[in-house]
């Protein structure tokens, strides 16, 4: 059973940092398994953050979020983080991680979290002015 386990959210100033995890089971990130990370505020969309590759390794930013955010993975543990630095108020939602299943390799996208097989419960991040 493929299960994604977010975590590291919380409550945090304006300036601050906070590093999430998404820890995968039932699959590994070598089985052609993009993640990326979404997020969702109160009365607003889903919205794409950042992605990873299992390909080529390969990133992607949404541009809210370039220059601060920063994606990575550990395939020894299974595990993809998102190091979120310079954090902002607007920053302030449930951070989701999800799991893309593509065979055919290349970089990665957030535009359309339709596209993503398998979703985290989301973890809360809150960040005071």
């Known amino acids: 059973e493929v299960q994604l386990q977010a975590s590291g959210g919380g409550l945090v100033q304006a300036g601050g940092s906070l590093r999430l995890s998404c820890a995968a089971s039932?699959?590994?990130?070598?089985?052609?398994?993009?993640i990326g990370w979404f997020r969702q505020a109160p009365g607003k969309e889903r919205e794409g953050v950042s992605c990873?590759?299992?390909?080529?390794?390969?990133?992607y930013y949404a541009d809210s979020v370039k220059g601060r955010f920063t994606i990575s993975s550990d395939n020894a543990k299974n595990t993809v983080y998102l190091q979120m630095n310079s954090l902002k108020p607007e920053d302030t939602a449930v951070y989701y991680c999800a799991a893309e299943w593509d065979p055919y390799g290349g970089s990665c996208l957030v535009h359309s979290p339709s596209s993503y097989d398998y979703w985290g419960q989301g973890t809360q991040v809150t960040v005071s002015s």
């Open positions: 990873i590759s299992s390909s080529d390794g390969s990133t």
């Open positions: 039932g699959f590994t990130f070598d089985d052609y398994y993009n």
